[in-house]
């Protein structure tokens, strides 16, 4: 196989494809696309893929090869397929996930994108080339439902799987203790069960772009690299042309309607509920979908970085390729808050500083300063003498936010609801903000969003099936979602919310709303937490507790759990009130609980959009 | 007059009566929790157990943006009869408040004590601390006979001693029989046993309206006797308490555009001995209950039915429940307002009167009235008495503490008497916005400044220690008796008053409507020409309302 294979620089946009098509046409199909943008270009690569498959002349069920062209000389048989497989919880993994599908597609391999929710353990075995990309979830756990793919693969009935070759990319948080823990156990994992490792493995911070752009563009050439140049029909296309738009990259500008305070005048939380029109953008979402924010950061906290600088705004900087001012790459192109391994590890050889270097070099240590320092404190603490540049060059790539959506579309046509608790602070003598919630509280005109589905965070299918949701502070958010689109539909089933907050007279978020709900019957229980209101704390998982023997005869009577919200203490502290209310109510073990709420998950009757 | 026989009942009247004797929904009520409030029923009946649901009337429209309910907070009303209480009573309540409401004891007209601001969460650990200071709440508020009240002092330390004991006699006699109270607030689920339920006195609806006693000891009518539905008039020979006065159908509250409605002064009708007052007084709450107007809340006071059939018609009531009065006694009054400062009485034992603006013990940059009187109860050997005028008394303190009493006095800036004006130490004001859910005006966060303007007006006419009585309310229901003041300020919209003049008279004059619906800067105008005019043309010694009437500013009117 001749084709500058092995060259480097090769272009995915522009493959080089000279065995089956002439220099000339060739040409005139580069000047055709030129103008194209890269969703654009995907797009007619799908068109003529249709194109190819509906020239075929063999009706066979396999897609094949243009008729014109004759078969490769070299390649008998099309490529092995491959397997995109991803574990998300935020949308991050499967972001990329889609990326690298598409890019491998683009490449002309055959790549089959799926979700480890919903992949079937048992047809690893069947698998000849697995891309994973996982992300890692709260205390070193993977992602809310992916939980049998790697019990399977981490447990004793998983396979030998000597005729796989695979490739991790693992998504984290380097200001968690465990980073990248599920992608380093299922990496370790598959070359333990005799599998052949493509790539080694990669680990991105929350900055993970660049990381997972340059993964993938790896994994593209050794994809090539294997099978030689083939062209294959695409068989997965995620930038279908029905598919929306506006999309992480392209975000839809909304027009912010509404940006009310919730929380009252003795509050000590600022939470807001934030109105956005979607009109005109074609986006649409369901109950229990987020909305990713991409966010400008804070003014202030701008002025903060001009200040370490003791720079002009309009300073000259450049990202990449690209030229800016200071001012502009602070402002809406760079992350400012959430400090990573590599912003550290940047900063301590900017300062020189050994400390920092080291603290870099130890995940806990690291993961413990990480969780209470932000980047403006990194900077105070190991102060440098930085050029606006070396400062640029330090900062990763501006992460959009996410936001469990707070309205049912169907209710609110062109409208999607947030629920935003801003936040910001005062430390060390410094203002301290939150990138995106600072941004929307502070009443922008539009804000840029994109619709980050989350098909298991869903309302049951049958609507007459009980919910009982658990959603404190802003984790009520998808809940009033799922009741105002219970209430639209007139649904029957009964439903059961379970909220806390510091107190009810400041903080009970929606409690208007809640009140009609009860008396009109589209909420049929309310049981509330109020952390602050007596002597002693009392948690959401209190009140599931006291109300145990209803909750467990709900769950016998088919109800649908969900919980959202903080994952840190909560989401296990209601897993736990679960798991004992089940074997106190059943009669039976605490492993027969167990095994029950493990079922009710496969079920999709126990769902968790926590963070 | 209304006719009862054609009426229906109001319909509190239907929520009494079907209370199960005041209990309501109370207990599902609390265990609510999402809401801070209490079922509208409820809001009737928690008044019987000392308990009103307000609301910060100022956040109402921002709390509805914000999806939230009215800040709800209730105040609670301790009972204290004859505003007698222990300084570890004191130091209780100063404890609870500070602990569940929003920190500030106030001081009533009724000589009881208030807290405000307490959350529904808070209420029942509230109430069961105010039972372990053995105090209560019960029947200090509701259509029931609320807090007796007393002259808080006297020269004649054993009359003083045996009225305020009756007045506690009276207020034990006429409290409620029901165990609601305990049941909800203290053992927080129903009693053992269940024998019916029996109110003797005031049957399963109670009273068609609130029912107010009190007993005044001349000179002082610094309880306003003559504006009780129940006054008792103390009457001393040879320095023993003989017997009462027993006046009835005072009442102060009224409704704009309605004249029906009207403030109205008690009739003196006859004399007790001190043993008869507790018949007296159960006489008078029955013939109230029986005859009463229970269809119409604004025509349900005493005052009514005595009108409405006559005080002759209501004397022989009396007789007819064996009740008969002798003669009464003539006694004279010298004045409403407190004697502030140092006192002795007889027995020896010194009395500090302290000015407490509105009522309110709090701490400020003026006056530490919290922490000093803290530190005062913690070492008094005698106790507090709560004036009819919101003020407080350190009372019965030995020659032996009188001294560091002093000191304390001073260091913590408790004499404020000494440098208000007359006019400010004896102004009153009720509490209105933002917590009274009646309230059409400021009264008591605007007194300070209507006060300043009287003090600038009367300092410009030679004045200065003219003793003006300057009463505001935010609405004409007359919790401040507005109606009895020299210069009386009734709210009738934000910013505007009704201004009655003429009152005064040592609280047996009521006032008159003089000019309506006035801006601050009219009835200041108002107020200066009247003041010129009097200044010119009074006859010595002769008070600014006298002069109105002698003058014919006011026509004159004959001694309800």
Redesign the interface.
């Given at each position: 196989m001749p084709l500058g294979k092995l060259e480097s620089g090769v272009s995915a946009a522009r493959p080089n494809i000279n065995p089956v098509i002439q220099q000339d046409a060739l040409a005139d199909l580069d000047s055709a696309v030129a103008d194209f943008e890269r969703d654009q270009l995907l797009w007619a690569s799908g068109y003529l893929a249709g194109l190819a498959v509906a020239r075929a002349t063999s009706p066979a069920q396999r897609p094949v090869a243009p008729a014109e062209a004759p078969a490769p000389a070299s390649s008998t048989e099309p490529a092995a397929p491959w397997t995109v497989l991803y574990a998300t919880e935020t949308g991050n993994s499967r972001f990329v996930a889609q990326e690298l599908a598409e890019a491998m597609s683009a490449a002309g391999q055959t790549a089959k994108l799926v979700d480890a929710r919903d992949y079937r353990p048992a047809t690893l075995k069947q698998e000849r080339q697995l891309l994973l990309v996982v992300a890692t979830h709260g205390l070193g756990d993977p992602p809310e439902g992916t939980e049998a793919f790697f019990e399977y693969l981490l447990g004793s009935r998983a396979p030998r799987l000597p005729q796989l070759s695979f490739a991790v990319l693992a998504l984290g948080d380097s200001s968690y203790e465990d980073f990248c823990e599920a992608g380093r156990q299922v990496d370790a994992r598959l070359a333990e069960l005799g599998a052949v490792r493509l790539l080694p493995r990669v680990e991105c911070d929350l900055d993970f772009e660049s990381d997972a752009d340059a993964w993938t563009k790896r994994v593209v050439e050794q994809a090539r690299a294997r099978d030689g140049v083939h062209i294959a029909p695409v068989h997965t296309l995620r930038a279908a042309p029905t598919a929306p738009s506006y999309s992480r990259r392209h975000p839809f500008q909304a027009e912010l309607l509404t940006n009310q305070k919730l929380t009252g005048r003795g509050s000590s939380k600022d939470v807001r509920h934030v109105e956005l029109s979607l009109e005109d953008s074609g986006l649409s979402y369901q109950p229990g979908d987020s909305l990713g924010v991409v966010a400008n950061n804070p003014a202030p906290l701008v002025e903060q970085f001009l200040e370490y600088l003791g720079e002009s705004p309009s300073a000259d900087v450049s990202i990449g390729q690209e030229a800016l001012t200071l001012g502009e790459a602070l402002r809406s192109r760079l992350e400012l808050t959430n400090a990573t391994r590599s912003f550290v590890q940047a900063h301590a050889r900017n300062s020189a500083s050994a400390d920092l270097a080291a603290l870099a070099d130890d995940p806990r240590a690291l993961a413990k300063y990480l969780k209470s320092n932000q980047i403006i404190d990194i900077l105070r603490q190991y102060p440098a003498a930085l050029s606006a540049q070396q400062l640029v060059a330090s900062l990763s790539k501006l992460t959009p936010r996410l936001y469990s959506i707070a309205s049912s579309l169907d209710a609110n046509p062109d409208e999607a609801h947030l629920t935003v608790a801003v936040v910001s602070y005062t430390r060390d003598g410094y203002a301290h903000f939150g990138a995106a919630s600072n941004f929307l509280a502070a009443g922008p005109s539009t804000v840029p969003v994109y619709v980050e589905p989350n098909d298991h965070f869903r309302l049951p299918q049958d609507s007459a099936a009980p919910i009982i949701m658990v959603g404190p502070g802003t984790g009520i958010a998808p809940f009033r979602a799922f009741v105002e689109q219970r209430r639209h539909q007139a649904a029957v089933g009964k439903s059961w919310l379970f909220f806390g907050d510091r107190t009810r007279r400041n903080d009970f978020l929606y409690q208007l709303e809640w009140q009609r709900y009860l008396k009109e019957g589209a909420l049929t229980r309310l049981d509330v937490a109020f952390s602050r209101d007596q002597a002693e704390k009392v948690y959401v998982q209190h009140r599931l507790r006291e109300r145990g023997a209803q909750v467990y005869a709900w769950l016998m009577d088919g109800a649908h759990v969900y919980v959202c919200g903080d994952a840190e203490h909560m989401a296990g502290d209601v897993h736990q009130a679960l798991l004992d209310i089940v074997a106190e109510h059943s009669g039976r073990s605490a492993d027969h609980a167990v095994s029950l709420l493990s079922d009710l998950k496969t079920q999709g009757r126990y769902q968790r959009d926590v963070y | 007059m209304s006719d009862p026989s054609n009426k229906p009942v109001t319909e509190v009247e239907d929520i009494k009566a079907r209370s199960a004797h005041l209990r309501g929904t109370l207990a599902e009520s609390l265990a609510d929790?999402?809401?801070?409030s209490i079922a509208p029923d409820d809001t009737q009946i928690s008044k019987f157990h000392g308990i009103y649901q307000q609301d910060d009337r100022e956040?109402r429209v921002?709390?509805?943006?914000?999806?939230?309910?009215p800040?709800y907070s209730f105040m609670i009303r301790a009972r204290v009869p004859a505003g007698i209480c222990t300084p570890a009573q004191w130091l209780a309540l100063q404890q609870i408040a500070a602990d569940h409401s929003n920190g500030e004891l106030r001081l009533t007209t009724r000589q009881a004590v208030q807290l405000h601001g307490v959350?529904k969460?808070d209420l029942r650990t509230t109430m069961r601390r105010i039972n372990d200071a053995l105090l209560d709440t019960f029947a200090a508020c509701g259509d029931v006979n609320r807090n007796v009240g007393c002259t808080p002092l006297a020269e004649n330390a054993e009359v003083h001693r045996r009225a305020s004991r009756w007045a506690a006699r009276i207020s034990e006699h006429l409290t409620p029989r029901t165990r609601a109270y305990h049941e909800i607030w203290l053992a927080g689920s129903p009693l053992p046993g269940n024998e019916p339920e029996h109110e003797p006195i005031y049957g399963a609806t109670y009273l068609p309206r609130k029912f107010k006693i009190a007993l005044a000891i001349p000179p002082l009518n610094d309880v306003d006797v003559f504006a009780q539905d129940l006054g008792f008039i103390a009457v001393e020979r040879f320095g023993k308490l003989i017997g009462f006065n027993v006046a009835v159908g005072g009442g102060m509250g009224m409704s704009h555009g309605e004249p029906a409605t009207y403030p109205r002064l008690a009739d003196v009708i006859g004399f007790c001995s001190p043993a008869a007052s507790v018949a007296v007084a159960e006489a008078v709450v029955k013939i109230q209950r029986d005859f009463g107007d229970r269809t119409d809340r604004k025509h349900a006071r005493l005052k009514y039915t005595i009108d409405d059939r006559g005080l002759d018609w209501f004397v022989d009531e009396l007789g007819r429940r064996g009740v008969h009065l002798r003669a009464a006694v003539p006694v004279d009054f010298e004045q409403t307002g407190d004697r502030f400062g140092w006192s002795e009485d007889s027995d020896g034992l010194w009395h500090a009167t302290l000015y407490v603006p509105g009522g309110r013990v709090v701490d400020n940059e003026k006056t530490r009235l919290q922490t000093g009187l803290s530190a005062i109860a913690r070492i008094l050997k005698g106790e507090f008495r709560i004036t009819p005028n919101q003020n407080l008394i350190i009372s019965r303190i030995e020659d032996t503490q009188k001294e560091e009493i002093q000191r304390l006095i001073t260091e913590h800036g408790l004499d404020l008497w000494r440098d208000a004006a007359p006019v400010r130490r004896n102004a009153l004001a009720c509490v209105a916005l933002p917590t009274c859910g009646l309230a059409m005006a400021e009264a008591e966060r605007y007194l300070p400044q209507f006060i300043g303007k009287v003090e600038e007006l009367l300092a410009r006419h030679g004045l200065s220690e003219q003793d003006l009585l300057v009463r505001i309310t935010g609405c004409p229901n007359g919790c401040a008796r507005p109606y009895l003041a020299d210069v009386g300020l009734v709210g009738k919209a934000p910013g505007r008053y009704n201004l009655m003049l003429g009152g005064g008279a040592v609280g047996a004059r009521l006032n008159q409507g003089y000019r309506e619906n006035l801006s601050e800067e009219r009835i200041v105008d108002e107020l200066d020409r009247l003041l010129a005019d009097f200044v010119g043309n009074r006859d010595s010694g002769e008070p600014f309302s006298d002069y109105l009437h002698r003058a014919g500013i006011l026509e004159s009117q004959p001694h309800g």
């Open positions: - | 929790p999402v809401t801070g956040t921002e709390r509805t943006k914000q999806k939230l309910e800040d959350l969460g």
